[in-house]
């Protein structure tokens, strides 16, 4: 049967006007009421506000994910690595998602948020950010992955080694003239790849090549993105014998535009990729893999500990490693059966 806000109002004597404004926390309610409502609520077992669950168990029951992506590859693994962490709890997840942080776009309402979780996880967001501003005023548990923020417990990638691994595999093939594909400006510390540009200069220095900045282009991190990138190495008065992309679609991009011109990945030109995308074997697309379900259901299991006062007083950063996978895009030949190297980056 479905216990209404009535059915609550007749066990405890009062309006149904009272069982909500008892409900909803209101000062205005005689604590006296308040407490016969809570007592009759529960004991009904009604459950048809948000409000009155907060109020009898102390606990708003609820986390809060910021994310700029739900339709990504990489923030749809993360999700789910955090769904998974979360399974075993009474948590359930709020999903807020503010789209590309670089176009304008309401900022979370933290008040109304901050009324409904017990925490927040922040998934790849700039910390200079208006939208990780905002929820770190509210002095909540937070916990995040990507830059290590103004609360206790972050998540990060160790994206600089990653890159450093990838040029160098692309280096050891024998390449000198080396191209990069990356998502936003180069330049830019605030972005979150910026340490897989470190990454890149580090390994081309430590070689001796140099970076010709007519190779470095952006793609956004898009197939459509990597396809004009490529074409646009491609028509360069001195085009590259490999790319590095700084994720899996922007390298099915350049790929797309390499063999719309007879080209061939890996024979032709090298290709490597950056996430480790389920269909990056069609492809046979060399890329170095990221754990995202690891990322999601750490970052889930740090915000936990954060709410129940378990992360201590330091703070808490888990760096993750990541692999590299050869495939035929820098091999060239036939596939090479998804050889995964022992190279770790971490």
């Known amino acids: ?38 007592q009759a609520a529960e004991r009904l077992n009604y459950v048809g506000s948000p409000a009155a669950a907060a109020l009898s168990t ?34 359930d997840l709020l ?3 503010t789209g590309d942080p670089s176009d304008p776009h309401p900022v979370p309402p933290r008040k109304r948020l901050a009324r409904r979780v017990e925490g927040f996880i922040v998934l790849s967001l700039a910390m200079h950010s208006p939208d990780v501003e905002e929820i770190s005023k509210l002095n909540m548990p937070v916990a995040s992955f990507g830059e290590h923020g103004p609360w206790g417990a972050s998540v990060q990638l160790d994206d600089r080694a990653g890159a450093v691994v990838a040029t160098e595999h692309l280096i050891g093939l024998g390449h000198t003239r080396i191209a990069l594909i990356h998502g936003r400006d180069a330049h830019d510390p605030g972005v979150l790849e910026y340490q897989r540009h470190l990454g890149f200069n580090e390994a081309m220095a430590r070689a001796g090549l140099p970076v010709d900045p007519t190779l470095v282009l952006p793609g956004d991190f898009t197939i459509a993105g990597g396809a004009y990138a490529m074409a646009q190495l491609l028509d360069g008065d001195r085009p590259p014998t490999a790319v590095f992309a700084f994720s899996d679609e922007m390298a099915y991009g350049a790929i797309r535009t390499m063999r719309e011109r007879g080209l061939a990945p890996g024979s032709d030109v090298a290709v490597i990729g950056f996430d480790g995308h389920e ?21 889930a299991r740090k915000l936990l500990e954060e709410i129940e006062g378990r992360s201590g007083e330091t703070a808490d950063v888990t760096v993750l490693p990541t692999q590299l996978t050869v495939r035929s895009s820098t ?3 036939g596939a090479t059966g998804n050889l995964v190297s022992s190279l770790r980056s971490g």
């Open 1 to 38: 049967m479905n216990v209404t806000v009535k059915d609550v109002a007749r066990v405890a004597g009062v309006s149904t006007a009272t069982v909500s404004r008892a409900l909803r926390g209101f000062q205005t309610v005689d604590p006296v009421i308040r407490a016969a409502v809570q």
């Open 331 to 333: 091999l060239g030949g």
């Open 279 to 299: 269909t990056s074997s069609l492809l046979d697309l060399t890329t170095i893999t990221v754990p995202f379900e690891e990322i999601g259901a750490t970052t």
């Open 95 to 97: 999903l807020y998602c």
């Open 58 to 91: 102390g606990r708003a029951g609820s986390i809060g994910v910021i994310t700029p992506f739900v339709n990504r590859m990489a923030f749809q693994r993360m999700l789910s690595g955090i769904e998974t962490a979360m399974r075993g709890t009474d948590m």
